[in-house]
């Protein structure tokens, strides 16, 4: 009853919705994986919400709720990766979502782990999801959250790094940075982009 009620509700409303977006891979060899930091980070956004994915729309899992007054749609796109402008182009065309009202969670290399970035907009920095998103809204001008995960510490490639799973050894400073993302893109709901940034930009949790 519960989810019935969230999207009865939201469908009621006339007021634009937020698009809060994860990035990562479908499948469950990807569960776990560096490169699907933005769907863990939307999952914990959803059970902190108290709501689940349950809904398959436009290529995405979405599940739409409410946050201090505001409308909000989650999205995880089924696309992979590389096909991510797919699901958030048309979340953003079906929705009417401004792009300022747009935030894309996703993993990035060029920070160490635990380490976050929000950013109002800018290029893909080589970040295929990205760069398909950019290329389906016809605009790099919507709010990003990055989420460090580090280079490899080996030789080993930037795509075999971000598509293995985290190390066991990890598992506690990423709970405590899922929680932080969470914590960035609430504020981000309530109090705005620039509130957001300044609380988090920089902030390590991975120690």
Request: charged content about 25%; proline content about 4%.
């Amino acid at each position: 009853m519960m989810m019935l009620k969230n999207f009865l509700k939201f469908g009621n409303e006339n007021a634009t919705p937020f698009l809060i977006a994860g990035l990562g891979n479908p499948g469950a060899e990807y569960r776990n994986t560096r490169h699907n930091v933005g769907f863990m980070t939307l999952d914990r956004l959803a059970e902190r919400l108290g709501v689940k994915f349950s809904r398959y729309e436009h290529k995405a899992l979405v599940v739409k709720t409410e946050y201090a007054g505001q409308r909000i749609l989650l999205a995880k796109p089924q696309t992979y990766m590389n096909l991510s402008g797919q699901a958030i182009g048309a979340l953003v065309r079906y929705y009417k979502v401004p792009l300022d009202g747009l935030m894309v969670a996703y993993d990035e290399i060029d920070l160490p782990f635990g380490v976050l970035r929000l950013r109002p907009g800018g290029g893909s920095a080589g970040h295929k999801g990205v760069k398909s998103i950019i290329d389906k809204v016809g605009s790099q001008e919507f709010p990003r959250l990055r989420i460090g995960v580090g280079r490899p510490q080996s030789r080993g490639s930037a795509a075999d790094h971000v598509l293995n799973s985290f190390f066991a050894s990890d598992k506690k400073a990423l709970d405590a940075t899922l929680d932080t993302c969470v914590e960035a893109i609430l504020t981000f709901l309530q109090d705005g982009l620039e509130t957001s940034m300044n609380r988090f930009n920089g902030e390590v949790e991975a120690q």
